[in-house]
């Protein structure tokens, strides 16, 4: 799934791809994307429209139009291709949305296992959308409160891992930099969040800013299928230090990292460095 860091990088690519242009026609393929409104309204109110901008809460993409706000979730595997005219080729049977411009290019939103989605909401009510309205803080110094992290954390009964997923707490960590993240503050991933002390935590949410910045710098992540909306791969993955890295040493101590299952998510991290206490003093 596509964390914050790539949904970032596909949002400035689309800024510098579509930003000004103006939706001609739209061709929806596979009904079940678009959740609000009509199917013929969907396509009828975005002709016509002009692309303002792109924003980004959490996981979510908002395209500013005209008269209307596109908010757009990528779900599991969720990409935007763009096309200039002169570049069009045969449509691909993943891809499900089509915007036509008038200046001939195309965007297509193409989903190999069709989870994404696509709501139209009136002018500038995107931010009220409830997906959106429910998230928490987004994870930069600015937004992301130290004293209240604490207190969510130290009243919970969850474990860490399965509590930084809830995008109530933080938004935009998924499976990669969940990992990342209390591998660099050195917390197991099964350890109760009520039983972390103030520095743990403080080390954590530190991590949590540093990881989620450097990626977006380094344009995300790829794993799998992920290209940003100008058909790049993300340069993160160079320096990962657990996801993915089974059986490897640790870069800390040179402990082979290890896989489990932690809230049915694949977890990785190095059983040296992040030992499970039940009881922190």
Not at 198 to 225: C, D, M, P, W, Y
Request: net charge positive.
């Amino acid at each position: 799934m596509p964390e914050l860091p790539e949904v970032e990088t596909v949002r400035k690519g689309l800024l510098h791809l579509v930003q000004d242009k103006r939706i001609n026609e739209v061709i929806v393929r596979w009904p079940k994307i678009v959740e609000v409104p009509t199917i013929d309204e969907f396509c009828q109110n975005l002709i016509g429209e002009r692309i303002e901008t792109v924003q980004r809460r959490g996981k979510f993409l908002l395209f500013k139009l005209t008269h209307f706000d596109l908010i757009s979730h990528l779900r599991m595997e969720g990409k935007y291709e763009y096309f200039p005219e002169e570049e069009l080729s045969p449509i691909d049977k993943h891809t499900h949305v089509i915007f036509k411009f008038t200046d001939g290019s195309q965007l297509h939103y193409n989903d190999v296992r069709k989870f994404g989605r696509m709501v139209l909401v009136g002018k500038n009510q995107g931010f009220l959308y409830k997906g959106i309205q429910q998230l928490g803080p987004e994870p930069t110094r600015e937004d992301f409160d130290l004293t209240k992290f604490i207190t969510n954390l130290q009243k919970s009964t969850s474990l860490i891992k399965p509590l930084l997923l809830n995008q109530k707490v933080v938004v935009g960590l998924g499976n990669i930099y969940t990992d990342e993240a209390l591998w660099t503050a050195k917390i197991h991933p099964q350890q109760p969040a009520s039983t972390l002390t103030h520095r743990q935590i403080t080390k954590l949410h530190q991590s949590i800013i540093e990881i989620l910045a450097k990626a977006v710098n380094a344009g995300g992540t790829t794993v799998r299928s992920y290209k940003n909306a100008l058909g790049e791969a993300g340069a993160f993955q160079m320096g990962l230090n657990v996801y993915g890295k089974m059986n490897e040493p640790c870069p800390r101590c040179e402990t082979p990292i290890v896989k489990i299952k932690v809230g049915q998510r694949g977890t990785h991290f190095c059983p040296y460095c992040q030992k499970l206490r039940r009881k922190v003093s």
